[in-house]
């Protein structure tokens, strides 16, 4: 699945699995979301159903979550494909909200 790109469209507030080059490129997927007081609110995973089956939920729930990491802000995974996806990779557990910060009491 290398010819699809995940493309961050901050002004539609959604990643897009763009399938193809140049003016042919088109959608196959999307993780839609909302930004509001430092936590981002990851909504609607939607992959084409010719495309399912290649990880490209996976591949855009990732995108989220490292984009919430870069930017230190804490995910509500609204989408029910998330929570599944976060508890196979626990390494992003901490990004949940309300989840204690690294270091936060150790005593």
Known sequence: ???????HHP????????????????SVGFLSYELRDGVLDMQHTV??????????GGRLVEAGL??????????????????PYMSQHPEHLELLEGAPKVGEGDG
């Open 47 to 56: 992959v084409d159903p010719a495309m399912r089956g290649n990880g490209l």
């Open 66 to 83: 490292q984009h919430a990491r870069a930017k230190g802000l804490q995910v509500r995974p609204t989408c029910p494909f998330i929570p």
């Open 11 to 26: 002004d539609q507030k959604r990643w897009d699995a763009m399938w193809g080059q140049g003016d042919e490129a088109r």
């Open 1 to 7: 699945m290398n010819e699809v790109q995940i493309v």
